[in-house]
């Protein structure tokens, strides 16, 4: 109960702060707070941080097993909401929210947002010509994960906007560090 309590408590907290933002920043639309670009691009940067380093890291070690593309690919997705969803725990359980809370807070703040950068970045792996089959050691890898992953980050931040604006995503995570 002391817990729960406590939860309520960082809550009130953050609804009282953001109300205060959210009329500095012009108020509510629609029942929704305005948020700014530049919130959403730091939450997009955070979650694309997560998916690059276990995209590079899955297809490293997917490479360096021998395997094929799906199963490299599969392994990619999986290190990516991995290393998204642990930095978002680490900011988290650094502000003293025990371990269950801070799990459900990475789902709830990180789940759409890595899956929108994921089907982005991975369907443009895909699709690209030869992007598949180049590997690690050429110049057309590296070109075009980064072209797949400035893409993902292009069509996730408004994503992330949308959410945070309705109190959703990362928004969820900024009550934690007030």
């Given at each position: 109960?002391?817990?729960?309590?406590?939860?309520?408590?960082?809550?009130?907290?953050?609804?009282?702060?953001?109300h205060d933002h959210?009329?500095?920043?012009?108020?509510?639309?629609?029942?929704?707070?305005?948020?700014?670009?530049?919130?959403?691009?730091?939450?997009?940067?955070?979650?694309?941080?997560?998916?690059?380093?276990?995209?590079?890291?899955?297809?490293?070690?997917?490479?360096?097993?021998?395997?094929?593309?799906?199963?490299?690919?599969?392994?990619?997705?999986?290190?990516?909401?991995?290393?998204?969803?642990?930095?978002?725990?680490?900011?988290?359980?650094?502000?003293?929210?025990?371990?269950?809370?801070?799990?459900?807070?990475?789902?709830?703040?990180?789940?759409?947002?890595?899956?929108?950068?994921?089907?982005?970045?991975?369907?443009?792996?895909?699709?690209?010509?030869?992007?598949?089959?180049?590997?690690?050691?050429?110049?057309?890898?590296?070109?075009?994960?980064?072209?797949?992953?400035?893409?993902?980050?292009?069509?996730?931040?408004?994503?992330?906007?949308?959410?945070?604006?309705?109190?959703?995503?990362?928004?969820?995570?900024?009550?934690?560090?007030?």
């Amino acid at each position: 109960m002391q817990r729960d309590a406590h939860t309520q408590h960082v809550h009130d907290e953050h609804r009282h702060a953001h109300h205060d933002h959210a009329g500095h920043a012009g108020g509510h639309a629609g029942g929704h707070s305005k948020v700014s670009w530049s919130m959403a691009t730091k939450a997009t940067l955070h979650c694309l941080t997560g998916c690059a380093i276990g995209e590079v890291l899955g297809m490293v070690i997917g490479t360096a097993l021998g395997w094929g593309n799906m199963q490299t690919m599969i392994l990619a997705i999986v290190l990516a909401f991995f290393f998204g969803y642990a930095l978002t725990l680490r900011g988290i359980l650094k502000a003293g929210v025990d371990f269950r809370t801070a799990i459900r807070v990475a789902l709830a703040a990180d789940t759409l947002s890595i899956a929108v950068m994921e089907l982005i970045d991975n369907g443009v792996l895909a699709l690209w010509p030869g992007a598949m089959d180049a590997h690690l050691s050429d110049a057309m890898f590296w070109g075009v994960l980064a072209f797949a992953l400035f893409a993902a980050f292009l069509i996730t931040t408004p994503v992330n906007k949308w959410m945070i604006g309705r109190g959703k995503g990362h928004a969820v995570v900024h009550q934690y560090h007030h």
